[in-house]
Nanobody, 118 residues
Framework: QVQLVESGGGSVQAGGSLRLSCASS????????MAWSRQAPGKERELVSS???????HYADSVKGRFTISQDNGKNTFYLQMNSLKTEDTAVYYC????????????WGQGTQVTVSS
């Protein structure tokens, strides 16, 4: 069974940085991509970044230029480097694997809280 666990969340002041990690376990059939989404209170889930099987990164307009998705070579771990954080980035962040279509992924972690204060 595939399990994803996020870490690295916490509280930071606006303008600061955080690096989120996603560790995976279990067998995944072939390459299936990876992504980060977030959900703020009262808001719908939003896909913020993804890395497809060609190695191309994609970002939501709201985080372009500030966030970077990456992965460890040969390891089941990937990251979201978040710089120049804004209060609007406050949300629970989830990592996902294996895209089903659009922003839907087959596997999601439990999430890690990111709180950005002014």
């Amino acid at each position: 069974q595939v399990q994803l666990v996020e870490s690295g969340g916490g509280s930071v002041q606006a303008g600061g940085s955080l690096r989120l990690s996603c560790a995976s376990s279990g067998v995944i059939f072939g390459k299936c991509g990876m992504a980060w989404s977030r959900q703020a209170p009262g808001k719908e889930r939003e896909l913020v970044s993804s890395l497809d099987n060609t190695g191309t990164a994609h970002y939501a307009d709201s985080v372009k230029g500030r966030f970077t998705i990456s992965q460890d070579n040969g390891k089941n771990t990937f990251y979201l480097q978040m710089n120049s954080l804004k209060t609007e980035d406050t949300a629970v962040y989830y990592c996902g694997r294996c895209r089903m279509g659009g922003g839907a992924y087959k596997y999601w972690g439990q999430g890690t809280q990111v709180t950005v204060s002014s």
